[in-house]
């Protein structure tokens, strides 16, 4: 697998002119410039979508129903397809933006050979304004949609594997916690099939998000083993205490 020029596996853009591109040492102001990337992306993760859209559709704050998750399973139960759609869409699209700036807007200013740890760190960012938004009090989602945004962005044939086995899941258990850990389970194991070590930037960055989606995950797994975790399914709308985290999302 050969190494990408703008975007890490997906190959978006060929390198100009069929040749290649020369690197130069990074300065200051690609330092600055990345920092400033790094805290604008941190807020747009941290935009609660599944709280915003919840309001506008519904009128309804999905934080009171169902599981009290922000997210895109229990913006499914508490505002149906639609809502779940949107939410989706939203979530994912706060982990892609950031890393599409790095390779679109930005890529005279980053230094080829820091493209993919600066496409990493906003990726990162964004999935940590998911998780811990400013605007929520640093509570949040479990950053699946985020998590796939960037991955998308990043290297989009290893986020469809990953969707479609996300999918198989969903369909057979009906369980979203189940299917999103396996989701984040098959990223590094697939992102080590196609480039074994020779992206270890991206192999890490895998491994990474997949310890902190299942880490965040960690309630959900005790209402699986005392068999109490909600199914997609379900729409019950009361009693959101017996069902939100008791300690940090």
């Not at 290649?20 to 604008?40: E, K, N, Q």
């Not at 747009?44 to 309804?60: E, N, W």
């Not at 960055?205 to 965040?216: D, E, G, H, K, P």
Request: aromatic share 8%; with cysteine; proline share 4%.
């Amino acid at each position: 697998m050969t190494p990408c020029f703008i975007t890490v596996g997906g190959c978006i853009v060929d390198p100009p002119q069929g040749g290649a591109v020369a690197s130069t040492a990074p300065t200051m102001t690609t330092y600055l410039i990345l920092i400033g990337i790094c805290i604008i992306s941190y807020l747009l993760g941290s935009i609660p979508f599944g709280v915003i859209i919840g309001k506008m559709l519904k009128g309804i704050d999905i934080r009171t129903t169902g599981s009290g998750n922000i997210g895109t399973s229990n913006a499914f139960r508490a505002l149906g397809p639609l809502g779940g759609s949107l939410v989706f869409l939203a979530d994912t699209l706060k982990g892609s933006i950031p890393v599409l700036v790095i390779a679109f807007l930005v890529p005279k200013l980053i230094p080829l050979d820091m493209r993919t740890i600066a496409q990493i760190a906003v990726g990162i960012c964004a999935i940590l304004g998911h998780t811990y938004s400013v605007f929520l009090k640093f509570t949040g989602g479990k950053g699946v949609a985020t998590s796939f945004g960037v991955i998308v962005a990043m290297c989009w044939y290893v986020a469809l594997i990953c969707l479609g086995i996300w999918g198989i899941v969903v369909l057979t258990t009906k369980i979203s916690s189940v299917a999103s850990m396996t989701g984040a389970i098959a990223f590094p194991i697939t992102t080590y099939i196609f480039f074994k070590t020779n992206d270890m930037p991206l192999l890490i960055f895998s491994i990474v998000a997949c310890l902190l989606i299942i880490y965040l995950h960690r309630s959900n797994i005790k209402r699986l083993i005392n068999g109490e975790e909600l199914k997609m399914s379900t729409k019950e709308k009361k009693n959101v205490s017996e069902f939100k985290e008791k300690e940090e999302k």
